[in-house]
């Protein structure tokens, strides 16, 4: 993996009795704007077609690949050129990709208003995708959970969930996105192939139910924690996650940024914390690492 895929963000590594901070290593997450070019040499058109989240590498392969995915081009020759964008950024990424077609070569764009990824500020940089975030979201100064939950809870969480997940029993290939009261109890339960579908059945469900603000429950994911899951989470005012996986980077900064306790790799009787420590009661013992 290229040394710009990977950064690295200090956590708070919990196993049984014992806690220490040290450093983890997390795979970036950034927006990736793709822009198409095309039309004849005196008539040039660009058109943005879509914003992906993504780490970055590859971007051309990513851009070809989905433009051809997505019936938007045919084949390889229609295209001249792959080109990443200089956008004016504070952090100076390579975040926008341009894709120029061949002179004559007419794009399908009939699919490009189906669920694209596209807010008005998210094609530079992750700050503004978090910053867009910020001005919708109903429950971002809602008070949560106050009092501190014991590692022991969590522990137990995995378990639990799985009992539950009755197709993954079958298929052996569901996501899954539980909810949590602070004491280990099991709320609700949604599965789908997708991670982000499972996620929104979730937060439907709560909002069928008149359970929004969800900022007194734990969220477990059965999978790794991206930006859109926690983008998703903090929509529906959850402020404590807990993940099997690994967090992306993106998805750590967003924790933060809105306040959410965001634990990572949940197995056995061991976790990690990217943000917001303090509703996890820390064991006192004395660290033997």
Do not use: W
Not at 15 to 25: E, F, M, P, R, V
Not at 78 to 99: L, M, P, R, W, Y
Not at 127 to 149: D, H, L, P, R, Y
Request: with cysteine.
């Amino acid at each position: 993996m290229p040394a710009n895929s990977i950064t690295r963000s200090p956590i708070i590594k919990v196993s049984g009795d014992d806690n220490i901070k040290t450093t983890d290593a997390l795979a970036i997450e950034e927006p990736l704007e793709i822009r198409l070019e095309y039309g004849p040499a005196d008539a040039r058109k660009t058109q943005a077609i879509s914003v992906t989240m993504r780490t970055p590498g590859n971007d051309a392969e990513l851009a070809l690949g989905f433009l051809f995915t997505e019936g938007i081009i045919k084949q390889q020759p229609d295209t001249k050129s792959v080109e990443h964008c200089f956008i004016a950024c504070g952090e100076n990424k390579e975040n926008v990709i341009q894709v120029s077609l061949t002179e004559g070569v007419v794009p399908n764009l009939h699919n490009t208003e189906r669920n694209f990824y596209t807010t008005s500020s998210c094609g530079v940089c992750g700050k503004a995708s978090i910053s867009s975030i910020k001005t919708v979201s109903a429950f971002k100064n809602e008070v949560g959970i106050e009092n501190q939950i014991s590692p022991d809870v969590f522990y137990l969480l995995p378990a639990i969930l799985q009992k539950r997940q009755e197709v993954f029993a079958d298929t052996g290939g569901l996501h899954a996105s539980a909810l949590f009261e602070p004491s280990g109890e099991l709320i609700l339960v949604r599965e789908d192939v997708g991670r982000h579908n499972a996620l929104d059945k979730l937060i439907g469900a709560a909002l069928n139910n008149e359970m929004l603000p969800l900022n007194r429950h734990i969220l477990l994911l059965s999978g790794r924690a991206s930006f859109e899951l926690v983008q998703k989470a903090a929509m529906a005012g959850i402020n404590i996650i807990a993940a099997v996986g690994a967090p992306s980077s993106l998805a750590v900064q967003l924790a933060e940024e809105f306040n959410i306790t965001l634990i990572g790799f949940l197995r056995g009787q061991r976790f990690n914390i990217y943000s917001q420590p303090q509703r996890i009661l820390l064991p006192q013992h004395e660290n033997t690492y």
